[in-house]
């Protein structure tokens, strides 16, 4: 069974940055590509960013596109996502999702980021 576990959310500045970590167990890590998500309370889960299973392809919102950036480590089992420059806009619960090649979504259990202005 597939577990993601986020963590490194938390409370900084605005301008500021952070990183998030997601660790993978269960199941051949690079089999899956992997992405972030973002929500806020009384709003649909929102893409962030998504990586492919190599790590070659990357893909982001306009909202943190040149702000954000989505990296993984395959011998670890780990995706990150770094954070630069945050907006108080940034403010959400972050999950990361593992998507299976042939099929199956699986998602952690969020971390609270807060950007103060």
């Known amino acids: 069974q597939v577990s993601l576990v986020e963590s490194g959310g938390g409370l900084v500045q605005a301008g500021g940055s952070l990183r998030l970590s997601c660790a993978f167990s269960?199941?051949?890590?690079?089999?899956?590509?992997m992405a972030w998500f973002r929500q806020t309370v009384g709003n649909p889960r929102e893409f962030v960013a998504r990586i492919s299973w190599s790590g070659s392809s990357t893909y982001y919102s306009d909202s943190v596109k040149g702000r954000f950036t989505v990296s993984r480590d395959n011998a670890k089992k780990m995706l990150y996502l770094q954070m630069n420059s945050v907006k108080s806009e940034d403010t959400a619960v972050y999950y990361c999702?593992?998507?299976?090649?042939?099929?199956?979504?699986?998602w952690g259990q969020g971390t609270q980021v807060t950007v103060s202005s």
């Open positions: 999702q593992a998507r299976k090649t042939s099929g199956g979504d699986y």
């Open positions: 269960g199941d051949t890590f690079s089999a899956y590509s």
